[in-house]
């Protein structure tokens, strides 16, 4: 992947030559076999997190890299184009450590974040449950305070990380009230009554485990609530926000690593006693995926600038996730269409990016959300219940 990437500082462009020089030594190698066994990448994840890559967008004073947005989601679509399981599921983790970094009290960051933000301690955003998706609030999960302890009941379903995961960033029910009655907690793992489903058989993304978490009786500390009692829906949307752009930068990274495996193909494959790259129908069709690769790239990026800023963002955030994954999908299938015949087998990755681009479409809010999000945003009054994480996920709880 040799993308330009005009980067805000001379530290972000040194940050830029380590994340590939890992992609190419570190990821890219073991990406095809991991995949085909349904291998979970844990070292992997324990080698980006001690080069700093876990904790790009939070403080240095926990552990993290104080990186913006816009850099941290540029080095997240280099390790997805390499590893599509790696960088889903490191968008996974930030989004797992952002309700601690953005509401938590300053002893608990103190107390749980350099372990986080430093990959000694994988996390999981468990949300999503068998009847609530897209729809928040019907949450099931119960917390119920026991003295210095709040118990946990319930499962949640489409759980990234699930079983593999070091803590388990977790939304539950502290009373009926619809929209004020959901709480957040971090819930270390392992833990007694907590347990997990087989992991699903997926299309792709094989390698990143998606299971069933159970929670039965489960008893954490009254200290690991995040935000106040009623502040879950709030926190959990918050976060929703910033895990779109993450997945719309995996999405792009993936149609990047198409594109260039397309490309490369179109080059060396011959046919009627030239290189197919000759034929105007390979050309355009190649134009039309590098134009949708670059316009979901800008888009994403656009929305990152605006959080960098301070600006609002989650129509931006939405807009991105529906153009870059919509993108992903096409660039993905194109490119098997380029490869022809070999696009169909497994001896190219093509095949195996385009399994992996369809879950774009659906984890963090299926795009049918995402229209919803955009349009309500465009012309006000949007119910907030309604923007959750949709659908089935495999790479950020399809929680």
Same mark, same amino acid.
């Given at each position: 992947?040799?993308v ?5 500082? *001379? ?10 020089d ?9 990406? /095809? ?9 844990r ?20 552990g ?29 983790? &930030? ?96 833990? *007694? ?39 879950? @829906? ?31 193909y179109?080059?060396?494959? *011959? ?20 134009? /949708?690769?670059?316009?979901g790239?800008s ?5 990152? #600038? #605006?959080?960098?800023?301070?600006r ?16 992903? @999908? ?19 990755p093509? *095949? ?13 809010? &299926? ?19 309604l923007?959750?994480?949709g ?8 929680r």
């Amino acid at each position: 992947m040799s993308v330009d990437r005009p980067l805000p500082t *001379e530290e972000s462009t040194d940050l830029l030559a380590l994340v590939r020089d890992l992609c190419e030594h570190e990821l890219a190698p073991f990406a /095809a076999k991991a995949e085909e066994t349904e291998s979970f990448p844990r070292d992997a994840f324990r080698t980006i997190g001690k080069a700093g890559l876990l904790g790009l967008p939070y403080p240095e004073q926990y552990g993290g890299a104080a990186q913006p947005y816009e850099v941290y989601l540029q080095m997240l679509e280099e390790i997805a184009a390499a590893w599509m399981s790696v960088g889903v599921g490191m968008s996974v983790h &930030t989004m797992a450590s952002y309700a601690l970094a953005t509401f938590g009290t300053e002893e608990q960051r103190a107390r749980l974040l350099p372990d986080v933000v430093d990959g000694d301690l994988l996390g999981a955003y468990a949300l999503s449950e068998p009847q609530a998706g897209s729809d928040i609030s019907g949450m099931t999960t119960k917390a119920v305070r026991d003295g210095d302890s709040y118990v946990l009941t319930g499962t949640k379903s489409w759980i990234t990380h699930g079983s593999h995961a070091d803590f388990y960033t977790t939304f539950a029910r502290t009373s009926p009230d619809p929209k004020r009655g959901i709480s957040a907690f971090h819930v270390p793992a392992p833990a *007694e009554g907590l347990s997990f489903g087989a992991p699903e058989r997926k299309m792709g993304l094989t390698g990143s485990t998606t299971t069933l978490v159970n929670f039965d009786q489960v008893r954490i500390p009254a200290e690991n609530l995040i935000g106040a009692e009623g502040d879950g @829906m709030r926190i959990a949307l918050s976060a929703l926000d910033s895990g779109r752009l993450g997945i719309a930068a995996c999405a792009i990274g993936l149609a990047q690593a198409a594109l260039d495996v397309a490309a490369s193909y179109a080059k060396q494959r *011959e046919q009627f006693g030239h290189a197919i790259a000759d034929f105007q129908g390979i050309q355009f069709l190649l134009a039309d995926m590098a134009a /949708a690769v670059e316009s979901g790239r800008s888009t994403y990026l656009q929305a990152a #600038r #605006r959080r960098d800023l301070g600006r609002p963002f989650t129509q931006q955030a939405a807009i991105a996730k529906l153009i870059c994954t919509d993108a992903a @999908m096409k660039v993905t299938t194109d490119a098997v269409q380029v490869l022809g015949g070999y696009g169909y087998t497994r001896e190219f990755p093509a *095949e195996r990016y385009m399994r992996e681009a369809k879950v774009t479409q659906i984890f963090e809010g &299926t795009n049918q959300i995402q229209r919803l999000v955009i349009s309500r945003d465009l012309l006000g009054g949007v119910d907030r219940r309604l923007l959750g994480a949709g659908g089935a996920q495999a790479g950020t709880s399809l929680r």
